[in-house]
Each structure stands twice: as structure tokens, then as C-alpha cells.
């Protein structure tokens, strides 16, 4: 069995018809349709996006889901990858631009995400106990509200269980799931405490990020994985003897956001690479090639 999917139509005279139709081959026994129907979706280009997009939010079928959803991902790429482009241009010198540069990654993972409504969302989350940071009375008291917030109330937590899920280091997943690895839950205290004017720093310490958070002439190291917990230096130099690391100083200095945003990309391709997922990890991989040409 055959089918003629080379149509003579411009991408702008695709009806929803036609979509529609190439969505039901999806479904197809015969392999060679499959791959043409997807083939076609690829030819149609981002102008296919917004429909696919409402049809895979009617599905209940995880599978045929995830199958709809790596085309989006598929067609989205080659604009996703000039975006990071532009972005890199302009420079990844602070925590806004790495805020940003997290949200144009999730977009791997969910091509129509609304970042603007992620970023309201820790808007309100800031709000909420912007009032009780400006009369604490201390900045370990600051400290410890923002803590109490995020892991406590917020409930964020490391995710033991399903470590490698790629979901544990998009930006938008973590903050649906409010589970994540110490990097991923370290930007959500990051993001929050810039907010607020709070001094919260990324380390990125080799085999677990921390962060580093200046007090009141004191400098306090924090895990995001368990809880925001306090941990001292002398523990922090016996977990990386122990893992066969030599400490050195900069291992618990402040991490610039394009050091932090490469170790997120890393991490992702590590995922990806456990999951056999070749074609994710190749895309990842290109995001990484281009900030390590400039930053590396």
C-alpha cells in the first residue's frame, strides 16, 4: 500500500482538513505511510503547529500523545535553535538572561509553552512573602522565610525516586511538578530570591550544585535538593574527597548563568542518553556546541 503525500500546496493553503487526515495515518500498520505522513508535518512546517498542538490536547492515549508531540518538537527546532542564537548574541551575563535562556530550553519540551505565564507565576511567588522579607529582621531571617516558602509550603523537593527524568530539569516541569535535581531547584530559589533583592548565588560545585547565599557577614552554603538544608564547608569538602575529587576554591564560588544554563543542557543530554532518546540528545547537544564556542 502507497499513498501520494507530495501535494501541490503551499504551506499557507494547508487547510485543517488535511492535517486532520495526516494525523489519522499516524495510526497507519504500514511503516512507509507513518514515516511519510511525518515527513509531510515536517514539510508543512510551524504553520501545522497550533492544530497539531489542540489535537494532542484531546488525546488520551499516552503514546499517540508523545508521538504528536516529538513532530511539534521536530518542526519547532530550526526556529527554537535560531532563537538560541539571537539570545547567545546578546549576551548571558545575568540572572534574567539565564531565566531566559531556561525558558527557551523548556521550549524542547513543550514547543507552545507560554513562558510569560511561568514567569508570573514566580511573579506571585515572590509577592507572596515580599512583605515579610522587608521586615525580617536579619538576612538569616530573610533566609529563612524565602526556605520555608519554596520547600516547606511550595513543597519543592528532590526527585530520588525518577533522578534521570529529563522533566526534573526543564524549567516548566519543575515548577508543575515541584520536583527536581539540586540545579533545577536551585534556579527556582534563584529566580525568587532576584526577585526579592536577596543574594542567592549558584555553586557549581562538581557532582551536586549548591548554593551559596550572603549574610549578615556570614556566607552560607545550601542543598536544593534536600530542603534548602544548611551544609558546612568541611561537609562539603568530605563528599568530594570521597567521590575522588580534590577540592579546590573555585569549586565554591559564585557560577556565572551561562556556566549554570551549560550544566542544565548537560544534564538534560545525560537524560536523554539514559533514555535512548538519540534525537533529543543530538538537539541538546547543538544548544550545548553553540555556548561552549563562546563561553567554554
Do not use: W
Not at 531565566?99 to 511573579?123: H, S, V
Not at 526556605?147 to 530520588?160: M, V
Not at 533545577?184 to 536577596?198: C, E, Q, V
Not at 558546612?232 to 556565572?256: A, R
Amino acid at each position: 500500500m502507497s499513498i501520494n503525500l507530495t501535494v501541490e500546496q503551499k504551506p499557507s493553503d494547508t487547510k485543517k482538513s488535511e492535517i486532520e487526515s495526516l494525523i489519522y495515518l499516524l495510526d497507519d500498520p504500514d511503516d512507509f505511510i507513518r514515516s511519510s505522513v511525518k515527513e509531510r508535518f515536517i514539510e508543512l512546517g510551524e504553520r501545522c503547529i497550533p492544530l497539531l498542538d489542540e489535537y494532542q490536547a484531546g488525546i488520551r492515549d499516552p503514546k499517540q500523545k508523545e508521538e504528536i508531540l516529538s513532530i511539534i518538537r521536530k518542526i519547532a527546532f530550526s526556529s527554537l535553535e535560531q532563537e538560541f542564537v539571537n539570545f547567545l548574541e546578546n549576551g548571558v551575563d545575568d540572572v534574567n538572561d539565564l531565566e531566559k535562556g531556561m525558558f527557551i530550553i523548556a521550549r524542547l519540551d513543550n514547543p507552545t509553552l507560554r513562558e510569560e505565564a511561568y514567569m508570573r507565576r514566580l511573579d506571585r511567588m515572590a509577592n507572596r512573602i515580599k512583605s515579610d522579607i522587608q521586615y525580617a529582621k536579619s538576612k538569616r531571617a530573610q533566609l529563612q522565610i524565602l526556605l520555608d516558602y519554596i520547600f516547606r509550603e511550595e513543597n519543592f523537593q528532590g526527585d530520588s525516586d525518577d533522578y534521570f527524568n529529563p522533566e526534573n530539569s526543564f524549567l516548566n516541569r519543575v515548577m508543575d511538578r515541584k520536583k527536581g535535581i539540586p540545579i533545577s531547584l536551585a534556579l527556582i530559589t534563584i529566580f525568587i530570591a532576584h526577585r526579592l533583592g536577596m543574594p542567592m548565588y549558584g555553586i557549581n560545585m562538581p557532582m551536586h550544585f549548591l548554593l551559596r547565599f550572603e549574610g549578615d557577614n556570614e556566607t552560607i552554603f545550601l542543598d536544593p535538593f534536600n530542603k534548602g538544608s544548611i551544609v558546612t564547608m568541611d561537609q562539603c569538602v568530605y563528599f568530594l574527597k570521597k567521590s575522588g575529587i580534590k577540592p579546590l576554591k573555585y569549586h565554591f564560588e559564585p557560577t556565572s548563568s551561562a556556566e549554570m544554563l551549560m550544566r542544565v543542557l548537560r544534564n538534560l543530554i545525560n537524560s536523554f542518553q539514559k533514555a535512548n532518546d538519540v534525537h533529543r540528545k543530538s538537539e541538546l547537544h547543538v544548544l550545548l556546541g553553540m555556548m561552549e564556542t563562546m563561553y567554554a
